[in-house]
């Protein structure tokens, strides 16, 4: 299993580092990763006996992204529209069902995980197409991504007090405070890509080291919910794609709104 979890770690690796210094590559990829993330979340809810509109949500998904990198913006908050759109057309949908039962339920986790991976993820675009975007999502990813391998490798090594073990079991207060440390040090390794000084570094890095975890944890209660270990197995050894961009769907959006202020 380690073995596996290197190998994949560094093909993952080696993937970001040849796709983030290409705008257009990167906005393709982070396409790709909506697309396969819906596709995981989607059939993790289809084990769950849950009647989802499974292929018109990762449509939609898909037009998110591809609109941000071809800076489709004829109004503010533009993006919102789709959402209207996919809501408006899921509500239509419905007319064509047998039965009433279930209506709720469908409608909103389509259009929870379009918000939820697509929307959220789609700031990964965002942030690499900003002045010095490429510096902004290199420090995001050095950021929230050590900071999952700092929970991971703290944990295993001193984790003894089990963090939420309802929601995940092998996650410990140990292996938090590791991923906070470990995001900090991110955090100064890429200061000199950040227009922040020390004392507001320190306070994003522990701001999104606390989002990151998060979003970490709500895709631990959902695969909890839909009874499955991971959410897919396209990374031998680490699970699905939702399983590595967990984090990030909670700290991209949230550091790009902190850049977008300054």
């Not at 499974?54 to 004829?74: A, D, H, N, T």
């Not at 295993?156 to 995940?168: N, T």
């Not at 080291?209 to 998060?214: D, K, R, T, Y």
Request: with cysteine; charged share 15%.
């Amino acid at each position: 299993m380690l073995i596996k979890r290197l190998i994949s770690s560094a093909l993952l690796i080696s993937l970001i580092i040849t796709v983030i210094f290409f705008d257009w590559l990167c906005a393709l990829v982070v396409t790709f990763f909506v697309m396969a993330g819906l596709y995981e979340y989607f059939t993790m809810l289809e084990k769950k006996g849950i009647k989802i509109y499974k292929y018109f949500g990762i449509g939609v998904g898909i037009i998110i992204p591809l609109s941000i990198m071809f800076r489709f913006e004829p109004t503010k908050n533009w993006e919102l529209l789709f959402i209207v759109v996919a809501l408006f057309s899921l509500i239509l949908m419905q007319f064509k069902r047998r039965d009433n039962s279930g209506v709720i339920v469908d409608i909103s986790t389509t259009l929870f995980g379009i918000l939820y991976v697509s929307w959220f993820f789609s700031f990964m675009i965002k942030i690499r197409y900003l002045a010095g975007g490429l510096g902004l999502l290199a420090a995001l990813l050095l950021i929230t991504k050590l900071g999952d391998i700092g929970a991971y490798l703290v944990g295993v090594k001193w984790g003894k007090h089990l963090l939420i073990p309802r929601i995940s079991p092998n996650k410990t207060v140990e292996g938090s405070l590791g991923s906070l440390g470990f995001s900090i040090l991110g955090a100064l390794a890429s200061k000199s890509f950040l227009p922040f000084n020390y004392w507001q570094l320190f306070t994003v890095a522990i701001g999104l080291n606390i989002l990151g975890q998060l979003g970490d944890l709500s895709e631990s209660l959902l695969k909890r919910d839909c009874q499955v270990k991971d959410s897919g197995n396209i990374f031998p050894g680490m699970g699905g794609v939702l399983d590595e961009i967990d984090s990030l769907l909670f700290t991209a959006p949230v550091f790009y709104f902190i850049l977008a202020r300054l």
